[in-house]
Structure formats: structure tokens, C-alpha cells
């Protein structure tokens, strides 16, 4: 996913009225997916349902396909994130 440029993903209404937020940047809708895979992937397995959620929402606040491809294919077990590279990326 290198080619994200941080450009903003605006948010519709009903999530700004909800939540207080307009937008994220690009980076942040990946990063927030990741986060939310992981811990689906917690008991070792992202099921379908679970993917199905994140998509779903994910589509509803705009997020574009090309992030959703990613989390399709994204390696979501806990034990990957023990490696302090990874960790320092996620952070940033």
C-alpha cells in the first residue's frame, strides 16, 4: 500500500453528527482497519462476519476499494505485531 498519499477520506453526515468526525486521512482509514483485523484475529481466525463488518463499515464512511482490497490480504495474527519494526510503523 504504498502509493497512499494521506489525502482525507470525508466522512458522511450521519458519522459526523454521530461520532464528531469529518475525515481521516488515508494512512489512518489502513491503519484503523489493521487495529480492528488484529483484534478480530485475536482467536486465531478473522471469520467471515467479521470481515463482512469491517468492510461494510468501512464502505459506509467512504473508505476507497483499494484500502478494502488490503484488508482482504493483510496478515492480521497477534504475533506478527511482536516484531518491533512492525510495531514502530503502526505507531507512526
Known amino acids: 500500500m504504498s502509493n497512499l498519499s494521506g489525502k482525507k477520506v470525508e ?3 450521519f ?3 454521530t461520532y464528531g468526525l469529518s475525515y481521516a486521512d488515508e494512512i489512518a482509514t489502513l491503519k484503523y482497519g489493521y487495529a480492528m483485523l488484529t483484534i478480530a484475529g485475536a482467536d486465531g481466525e478473522v471469520s467471515e ?3 463482512n463488518w469491517l468492510i461494510n463499515h468501512q464502505r459506509s464512511i467512504n473508505v476507497p476499494e483499494e484500502i478494502i482490497e ?4 493483510h496478515t492480521y495474527e497477534l504475533q506478527a505485531y511482536y516484531q518491533p519494526e512492525i510495531v514502530c510503523r ?3
Request: aromatic content about 18%; proline content about 6%; glycine content about 0%.
Open 90 to 92: 503502526l505507531l507512526l
Open 49 to 51: 462476519a467479521e470481515m
Open 15 to 17: 458519522y459526523q453528527q
Open 70 to 73: 488490503a484488508y482482504k490480504v
Open 11 to 13: 466522512f458522511p453526515e
